[in-house]
């Protein structure tokens, strides 16, 4: 018999139905990854397996060791929570209580379900710790989440989810939080946990890199239905349904033209430093310097791009910033041979069109009260505030056609829309129009993709791929993702606490890196 | 991208709000109360609204005429209650339009057959006051008054607040720390202390008083918006258009202030009801508007002071509880329509 039989699962949130007859079961001691992009509903189908879902309707039957959950009394579905199915959450930091040490939190939660002492439990608490590679755990049990490092939140995480010797542990994208080198390090942690208890794995997840070298089966759901399921190699290599092939399929392939001739944009040791408080009396008087990029020079030709590749922190975006002149930096900068520094407001306001930028979130970087005109059309106003109102609308329909928002000689009353009414991609293409439309040389893309949906991912960097061949745009790709760097970058930087640590063409640092962190980083 | 026709965000707020029938009817029920007020000269005067008067048409709610005009012995303004200027007018060919309530806020009934404060009886519909004034008069004009108090007030310190918090959040730094100083030193003071001392000091008047409550009431609006600008202005939207190039002034109007409204807009409401409660007990304590004015607060002191006169506290206790659980279930169904939560949830596809 399975560990756990789901058949026929339906999930409606007041009249919308998320979920749609989903069947699938994860026997004892199996890797069950459940994939899909946002809004796919595979969260709230593995949530639902312990009811944990607020104001939403379960139809249908989930089956835990033969036993209804769907049935289940208030008593039962406690005995059942934590105790047999555990849940494992993507960000650490929010799922821990931040004013409790992770011992008090895991003696808790051993608490609830075995009768043990307060000292009983801590010493389970710091054998759990050690038991999920936690070094020195009769000191760790007394720290709190934030004086812990990510991958030990997540550990610890994970100590507390197994401090019951659950049979299911669910995991809702264990690693996606954390820097690539860590995700290697929990995943196999899981995997030893496995093997050791005999514990079943049931792992939500977008990332495909991820379930080919962790589950054993796979579930595809694709807005509300499961479309395919099946061993992991099968699916793999022969998906059968069009969606499943569709994700498989999704790495850009390198489409990107080669650079022209000149220096276009050139940085020689750009620095950026942070004030920040010093703790106590001494931060009234004196600030601390906290220096996000030490050091960074390129050079960047006409329809080149320079791939700045590095984990969180390691101060990428804040040298993509430094280049817009929206933080403060030493060092040189140069657009064309102007640089930054000394320029009159009116220069600076010229040199910007020159320089533009696409962010990472299409939610938050689009003026929420703005129409799309409005939005697009920005630029113009300030750049060329002697356009009339006809031209300058012409002038928006054809950014938006070049990026292929709309069809070429289509008129649609997409102009007066407001940014909510649009997908992340279609709010993607706008930003992008609206960097494009001042006619810019070079485009600072922080993090472009890395919101997006994988299907969405390969067509906004074929469409930035199309409009660097088309313009000659000189690109400043700022990424955590070597998979875009592969296919977009003709040189690559990559940074690591502020410093670079390599730099060349992409050839060269992809497939012969010389730095040990580089190496790392290619594992991914 | 959804199908239909494109809604600006408000507009969407707004048609959430109205989805919620309780919140939009309190509205609609407020806004009947307050435009009826608005007309309390018509609806409760102890003047005529028009007198035919041996052939000649009189308008007295616009100009009064002496005694004499209509047959009486004195120069004085007609008293229209008088039973002889009721007897001139009711003879053949005369006549005279009164309106609903024939009271007006400071009309004493000298007529009346009960000692003051007298029960209601059918000439005053919910009795007198102590001085034999009209209650539902001084009600319908104290309501008037409150409303408006609380109009104004609100808007002055929804000015001042938004202004002030815009400043701070968006220039942070030392600019913010310096006023937020300013602040903490002015929220400090004793209001009450104030008031008393400024009433000592100058003649109290409804100018002053909206002036006081709204030098203390902004201090916690500043603050919301000061939260939002200091939160929107690392927005990437707000980063998009400094790349671009955008001035400052523009930036702070375009892209920080209408998405840093909704806090305000909610407090809207609240804060009226906050105003009309302080108006009501600084007047209770006799320390709101001059004597004579209709104040629920006066009325609600003369309740306390004649415990037997029953309807006087009954009646103003029902305006003030209707006039504050209406503004306070508008501004929970403000609440609720902007809600960025809510905004998300109808995002979703």
């Known amino acids: 018999m399975n560990l756990l039989e789901v058949r026929d699962l339906s999930i409606s949130f007041g009249r919308r139905r998320v979920v749609d007859r989903v069947s699938f079961s994860v026997g004892a001691g199996e890797k069950l990854a459940l994939v899909g992009e946002s809004g796919s509903g595979k969260t709230v189908t593995a949530l639902s397996t312990l009811r944990l879902l607020e104001g939403a309707r379960l139809e249908g039957s989930v089956r835990f060791e033969g036993r209804e959950v769907l049935a289940m009394d208030p008593e039962e579905l406690h005995a059942l929570r934590g105790n047999e199915i555990a849940v494992i959450f993507q960000e650490p930091m929010t799922a821990l209580n931040p004013v409790m040490t992770i011992g008090a939190q895991i003696v808790e939660a051993i608490r609830l379900h075995r009768s043990a002492t307060l000292p009983q439990a801590r010493e389970l608490a710091i054998e759990g710790l050690r038991g999920v590679g936690v070094a020195e755990p009769e000191r760790r049990v007394d720290s709190y989440p934030h004086q812990l490092s990510g991958g030990q939140r997540q550990r610890a995480m994970i100590a507390m989810a197994l401090a019951c010797e659950p049979r299911l542990l669910i995991a809702d994208e264990p690693t996606t939080a954390l820097d690539v080198s860590i995700r290697h390090q929990i995943l196999d942690l899981l995997d030893a946990l496995r093997r050791e208890r005999n514990l079943a794995i049931l792992m939500i997840t977008h990332d495909l890199n991820l379930v080919r070298r962790f589950a054993d089966r796979v579930a595809v759901m694709e807005r509300g239905v499961l479309v395919e399921q099946g061993e992991t190699a099968r699916i793999m290599q022969a998906p059968e349904h069009p969606y499943t092939r569709k994700l498989i399929d999704s790495r850009a392939a390198r489409e990107v033209g080669e650079p022209g001739k000149g220096r276009l944009l050139e940085g020689r040791d750009v620095r950026v430093d942070f004030p920040v408080p010093r703790p106590g009396i001494q931060g009234w008087f004196s600030k601390g310097r906290f220096t996000a990029v030490q050091g960074a020079t390129f050079d960047l030709a006409p329809g080149e791009t320079l791939g700045v590749i590095g984990e969180s922190g390691s101060g990428k975006t804040s040298l993509a910033l430094a280049l817009l002149d929206l933080v403060a930096a030493t060092g040189e900068i140069k657009l064309e041979g102007q640089s930054w520094a000394g320029l009159g407001a009116a220069q600076k306001r010229d040199l910007r069109s020159r320089m533009q930028v696409v962010f990472q979130d299409p939610f938050s970087s689009l003026s929420p009260r703005l129409t799309i005109q409005q939005i697009v059309g920005e630029g113009l106003e300030i750049h060329e505030p002697s356009l009339g109102p006809e031209a300058r609308r012409a002038r928006v329909m054809r950014a938006l056609e070049d990026v292929g928002l709309i069809e070429e000689g289509r008129t649609e009353p997409l102009l007066d829309r407001y940014p909510h009414e649009f997908s992340g991609g279609q709010r993607q293409r706008i930003a992008i129009a609206r960097a494009l439309i001042v006619d810019p040389r070079v485009v600072v893309l922080d993090e472009p993709t890395s919101s997006l949906d994988v299907t969405i991912q390969k067509q906004v960097l074929q469409l930035l791929a199309q409009l660097q061949r088309r313009h000659g745009l000189a690109y400043v790709l700022v990424t955590h993702d070597i998979d875009v760097v592969r296919a977009m970058a003709h040189r690559v930087l990559v940074m690591k606490d502020g410093q670079v640590v390599e730099a060349g063409p992409v050839d060269q640092v992809l497939t012969h890196p010389r730095s040990e962190y580089t190496k790392e980083l290619m594992l991914a | ?349």
């Open chain 2, 1 to 349: 991208m959804t199908e239909g026709a494109s809604q600006n965000p408000w507009r969407r707020a707004w048609r959430r709000f109205k989805a919620n029938r309780m919140g939009y009817r309190s509205l609609q029920a407020f806004l009947v109360l307050f435009c009826l007020s608005l007309f309390a000269e018509v609806l409760s005067n102890d003047k005529p609204l028009l007198v035919r008067y041996e052939g000649r048409w009189y308008v007295p709610i616009v100009r009064n005429h002496p005694e004499t005009t209509f047959g009486g012995d004195f120069l004085t303004p007609t008293d229209y209650l008088d039973p002889f200027i009721r007897e001139q007018l009711a003879r053949p060919g005369n006549f005279a339009v009164f309106p609903p309530n024939h009271y007006h806020h400071g009309t004493i009934n000298y007529f009346s057959r009960e000692p003051n404060p007298a029960p209601p009886s059918r000439e005053n519909w919910l009795g007198t006051d102590d001085r034999g004034r009209d209650l539902a008069a001084r009600l319908l004009y104290g309501f008037r008054l409150s409303v408006l108090f609380a109009l104004a007030v609100t808007v002055v310190c929804t000015l001042m607040g938004v202004v002030y918090g815009a400043i701070q959040g968006y220039f942070a730094g030392w600019t913010d720390i310096a006023m937020e100083r300013l602040v903490e030193i002015w929220g400090a003071m004793p209001t009450l202390y104030l008031l008393i001392i400024f009433s000592a000091f100058f003649s109290p008047s409804v100018g002053l008083l909206v002036a006081l409550i709204s030098a203390f009431g902004w201090l916690g609006i500043a603050a919301y918006v000061r939260a939002e600008f200091l939160k929107n202005r690392t927005l990437d939207y707000v980063r998009a258009a400094k790349a671009l190039g955008q001035r400052n002034r523009v930036i702070i109007f375009r892209h920080i202030l209408p998405n840093s409204l909704t806090p305000v807009i909610t407090l809207v409401p609240f804060e009226m009801a906050g105003a009309i409660g302080a108006l009501t007990s600084l007047d209770f304590l006799g320390l709101g508007v001059p004597p004579g004015t209709p104040s629920l607060g006066e009325l609600l002191a003369q309740g306390k002071n004649n415990l037997d006169a029953w309807w006087i506290s009954v009646a103003t206790f029902l305006v003030l509880v209707v006039t504050l659980v209406l503004l306070i279930l508008v501004g929970d169904a403000l609440r609720d329509a902007l809600d960025p939560r809510k905004e998300i949830a109808e995002e979703a596809p």
